[in-house]
């Protein structure tokens, strides 16, 4: 799983590709999309249009 950041209009966008798999690879997302709103952003994109596949734990 490759995550990307950028910004479009002031609102954070995270662009999601690859495999997810779950367990500590996903942390990763949970992990930047928490210190986004920690650093005040009240919306946040997630775009998962190329994600390949998902694990059931990586939904979790």
């Known amino acids: 799983m490759k995550i990307k950041q ?4 002031g609102i954070p966008v995270l662009e999601v590709s ?3 798999y779950g367990g ?9 999309a928490t210190e986004l709103a ?3 952003h ?3 994109v997630i775009n998962f249009s ?3 596949w998902v694990a059931s734990t990586g939904l979790g």
């Open 6 to 9: 950028k910004e479009t209009g």
């Open 18 to 20: 690859g495999e997810m």
């Open 24 to 32: 500590p690879e996903n942390m990763k997302l949970l992990d930047l």
């Open 38 to 40: 920690e650093a005040g």
């Open 42 to 44: 009240k919306k946040l």
């Open 50 to 52: 190329k994600v390949k």
